[in-house]
């Protein structure tokens, strides 16, 4: 089954939750991963939790929130024995060491700003359409990958949007952040019933996007095995930041360097972006500072966080 269609929603979760997604897809997605251990860490309204928990499913969430609705839904949840965490930012938080291992972790996330949930900037739906939500996407991706079992599955259901005439396509951008040798399945996921159906666009040349997509990975191996793939991957990519630049030369070089060394080995990495900023090591050096996984192990020395 390539296309997932479920026109009835299914039981589980809060159907009047705005972006809130079929129970039935997280059925489907239990039936083909088979795990013992589900962790969402931005859960919403707990539908993936609920489904889990009905299937006879250990359940773990999360969510940023901390509202009294979610505060009631944490009691819920933990009440039908789920584990629950609020508060918890999932693009920082380390997910594998508040809630250990899962086998099968799945997310759908905000995107874009069609739909925001709240003023708090750390949620993505406060970050745009694009370099720094395409930022915090893969943050997350590496944390939910990192708190995966090796050989247990990761999974994202997004979509891509449209806005000022421009297209943003969110899950090509988390393909090409990840592994290539880890994904497992793309599936086109059908909406139904969701208000921009009923809305009058005006004319639209090439038609509403009615559609979001199911990707999963399967974890192999550790960080800096990842942190090779896709740089390997990323080599050349035209349109990389100074954050892409400065991770990507660290983790070539094992993950640590000095600083001379990880100037040489950003200019071998990036030569236009250095030719053209003269001040290019100060860059590197500030990049280092902005970096949430990179670590000042002694002076002129940095390190991929562990």
Known sequence: MSILSFPERGEGGDARYRGNCSPKVYEWLLKQARPRRLLDPVMGSGTS???????????????????PYHQALKARLERAGAQV?????????????????????????AYGTQLVYSDDPRDMSQLGDDEVF????????????????????????????????????????????LPRRELQCVRIK???????????????RWGLTLHEYLLVWQ???????????????????????????????LATLGGRSDL????????????????ANPNFKAKVRQTLQLLPDCVAEARGVWALAA
Do not use: C
Request: glycine fraction near 8%.
């Open 49 to 67: 939790l609920d489904v889990a928990l009905r299937s006879g499913i250990q359940a773990a969430g999360a969510d940023l929130s901390t509202s």
């Open 190 to 204: 059908e909406q139904h019933h969701v208000a921009s159906g009923r809305r009058d666009y005006g004319k639209l």
């Open 219 to 249: 974890r192999q191996g550790q960080l800096y095995a990842l942190l090779r793939d896709v740089s390997r991957q990323d080599a050349a990519r035209s349109a990389n930041t100074w954050k892409t630049i400065v991770r990507r030369a």
């Open 134 to 177: 395409y930022e915090a996407l893969q943050a997350l991706l590496v944390n939910m990958r990192e708190a995966t079992s090796v050989g247990g599955h990761y999974a994202l259901i997004i979509g891509d949007t449209r806005k000022q005439g421009r297209y943003h396509s969110y899950q090509a951008e988390a393909i090409a952040r």
């Open 85 to 109: 965490h609020l508060g918890v930012d999932a693009t920082r938080a380390d997910l594998a060491g508040l809630f250990g291992p899962a086998d099968l972790v799945v997310a759908h996330p």
């Open 260 to 275: 001379e060394t990880l100037y040489t080995e950003v200019s071998r990495g990036a030569p236009d972006r250095v030719q």
